[in-house]
């Protein structure tokens, strides 16, 4: 069993397993027993190459013996940062067969971030792209490398500059060991206040539940075909139910580039796709789409959307444009997802992020003394269930800080629960802008513009956008010439911060509005922020 987690209390896992939430299922044997009932069936599509259950998974047994001739063991960590290509699945339900822990990064993630998850992990191994979207991800493995001595092995996708191709993590399977499925099987990122992401642990009993309830909810079938816009290491596209939910019911995967709305549906209409997922600024583009394109859209059976709050007005236009149903999807890395059901009134679909997925959930809306408050009031929401952990990995006093001590989750996020049950999400206490669905921690940014030589005083707020739901502004008190937006960008970049990060608007103020207390007064910002310039 790996150490530095808290696994669920033997009392509370064993009552989950009673239940038949947790059926002792390993995630590599997930696809095994696909393959066994829907082998010659496709499995997973990207551009002209289309891969069958069987060779899906002859190919994961392939990997996983690669990585152990390498010298990959059970227990050891794996950075893996790979776009939306077949290789990401491969490796990381190999390394899910061999014992691996995956560790989950994005593709937009630079030294700051892979050289912290390295550090927080100890990863033996990192698996990236060669160059993706004209970034050099080889010098990127070569820097991280000096500053992480647990790590040995580098990975990417073409190979060369003395770093091994990926196709050559290829051997005759070999018998592997069972895995324990109340054991870690990977590793997801917060998005949450912190500096640098946390990591969470998942294992296989709650993420094969999360993926499999949810694939149960929406129907998903044989013949559905899911098509996979964002990035594979979002909780949303990996399990909700996503690549692992389709793969567990006989459907197909489709794995797109990215969500351009061109492309992604001309792929609707080439491969059928009925359902997918996507975050409300991706919506909005295809929305725009729609109006002009003569893709065939009338397989499309559902889109979910989720990420970030889906406004009334938007909700509104996805059924008659798609001439499909909306599912609103409300989740986090950290576990809990609330989702719309088919059958819900259409109030509750346009204007809710539903109810729990699971029976089992457990959540509370309590307000700053953490006691409950009345029935349709607003309060932070705690969460506590079959697939929501109880700790970061290697965070104890953050965890004493993010769980009560009974294990639920603060999650930060303010909500409301209707009448009937179902979730409004009306905001969040914690200091994040969703940008697009990314979610970007303000203190960390400011922490970054405090360091360019010229800036006295930074903070960083959302503010509206219609594109992106919200957009991060920078406010700095400056000493000398005003730096542009694309000179701040510029530092920024330099210091190893993730483009999605960068501030999209700059305002430079003689001085930042002071609360009472002497803290910043962002709510002044907020209300500041509408009115500048771009």
Do not use: M
């Given at each position: 069993m790996l150490d530095g987690w808290t696994p669920w209390p033997?009392?509370?896992?064993?009552?989950?397993?009673?239940?038949?939430?947790?059926?002792?299922?390993?995630?590599?044997?997930?696809?095994?027993?696909?393959?066994?009932?829907?082998?010659?069936?496709?499995?997973?599509?990207?551009?002209?190459?289309?891969?069958?259950?069987a060779e899906l998974d002859h190919w994961v047994d392939r990997v996983a013996a690669g990585f152990a001739g390498r010298g990959i063991a059970p227990g050891d960590r794996v950075l893996v940062q790979l776009p939306n290509?077949?290789?990401?699945?491969?490796?990381?339900?190999?390394?899910?067969?061999?014992?691996?822990?995956?560790?989950?990064?994005?593709?937009?993630?630079?030294?700051?971030?892979?050289?912290?998850?390295?550090?927080?992990?100890?990863?033996?191994?990192?698996?990236?792209?060669?160059?993706?979207?004209?970034?050099?991800?080889?010098?990127l493995a070569r820097e991280v490398l000096a500053g992480a001595p647990a790590l040995r092995w580098l990975f990417s996708l073409t190979g060369g500059?003395?770093?091994?191709?990926?196709?050559?993590?290829?051997?005759?399977?070999?018998?592997?060991?069972?895995?324990?499925?109340?054991d870690v099987a990977f590793f997801?990122?917060?998005?949450?206040?912190?500096?640098?992401?946390?990591?969470?642990?998942?294992?296989?009993?709650?993420?094969?539940?999360?993926?499999?309830?949810?694939?149960?909810?929406?129907?998903?079938?044989?013949?559905?075909?899911?098509?996979?816009?964002?990035?594979?290491?979002?909780?949303?596209?990996?399990?909700?139910?996503?690549?692992?939910?389709?793969l567990a019911r006989g459907g197909t995967v489709v794995l797109a580039d990215d969500p351009t709305a061109e492309d992604c549906l001309r792929a609707v209409e080439r491969e059928r796709v009925t359902v997918t997922a996507v975050v409300p600024s991706v919506a909005q583009l295809w929305l725009e789409a729609v109006e002009w394109t003569d893709a065939d859209l009338s397989s499309l059976r559902v889109v979910q959307i989720g990420g970030a709050v889906l406004q009334r007005s938007v909700a509104e236009r996805v059924g008659p444009a798609f001439g499909c149903g909306l599912q609103q999807v409300f989740g986090m890395a950290e576990g809990l997802l609330t989702l719309t059901r088919s059958d819900d009134p259409p109030e509750v679909v346009l204007g809710t992020q539903g109810r729990p997925l699971s029976p089992a959930d457990e959540i509370r809306v309590v307000g700053p003394d953490d006691r409950e408050v009345p029935p349709g009031e607003v309060g932070e929401l705690l969460v506590r269930g079959p697939y929501t952990p109880r700790g970061y990995y290697r965070a104890p006093e953050h965890n004493?800080?993010?769980?009560?001590?009974?294990?639920y989750y603060r999650s930060g996020d303010l909500v409301r629960v209707t009448d009937r049950?179902?979730?409004?999400?009306?905001g969040r206490i914690k200091d994040v802008v969703i940008r697009g669905g990314d979610k970007v921690s303000a203190e960390e940014v400011e922490g970054h513009l405090l360091a360019h030589p010229g800036v006295v005083r930074a903070a960083v707020v959302g503010v509206p956008d219609e594109l992106?739901?919200?957009?991060?502004?920078?406010?700095?008190?400056?000493?000398?010439?005003?730096?542009?937006?694309?000179?701040?960008?510029?530092?920024?970049?330099?210091?190893?911060?993730?483009?999605?990060?960068?501030?999209?608007?700059?305002?430079?103020?003689?001085?930042?509005?002071?609360?009472?207390?002497?803290?910043?007064?962002?709510?002044?910002?907020?209300?500041?922020?509408?009115n500048q310039g771009g």
């Open positions: 033997d009392d509370v896992a064993r009552g989950y397993r009673e239940a038949g939430l947790w059926r002792g299922e390993a995630l590599g044997a997930l696809l095994r027993d696909s393959a066994r009932r829907f082998g010659p069936s496709t499995a997973l599509v990207h551009r002209d190459r289309r891969l069958t259950y290509v077949p290789e990401f699945v491969a490796v990381c339900l190999a390394l899910a067969r061999l014992g691996a822990k995956p560790v989950f990064a994005l593709t937009a993630h630079r030294s700051q971030e892979i050289g912290h998850l390295c550090a927080i992990t100890g990863a033996v191994a990192y698996v990236f792209p060669g160059k993706h979207r004209g970034f050099d991800h080889h010098g500059h003395g770093i091994a191709a990926l196709a050559e993590v290829d051997a005759e399977p070999v018998e592997l060991p069972a895995q324990d499925p109340s997801l990122l917060s998005g949450g206040t912190t500096a640098l992401p946390k990591v969470i642990p998942r294992t296989h009993d709650d993420y094969t539940y999360q993926a499999r309830a949810a694939a149960a909810l929406l129907g998903v079938s044989t013949s559905d075909v899911y098509l996979a816009v964002l990035p594979l290491e979002f909780n949303f596209t990996w399990g909700c139910p996503g690549v692992l939910g389709t004493a800080v993010a769980f009560t001590a009974d294990g049950g179902d979730l409004v999400v009306v992106l739901g919200e957009r991060t502004c920078a406010y700095l008190v400056v000493t000398g010439q005003h730096p542009t937006r694309q000179e701040v960008a510029a530092a920024l970049r330099a210091r190893g911060l993730a483009d999605f990060k960068l501030p999209d608007q700059v305002e430079v103020v003689d001085e930042l509005p002071l609360t009472p207390l002497g803290k910043v007064d962002k709510k002044a910002l907020h209300r500041l922020a509408p």
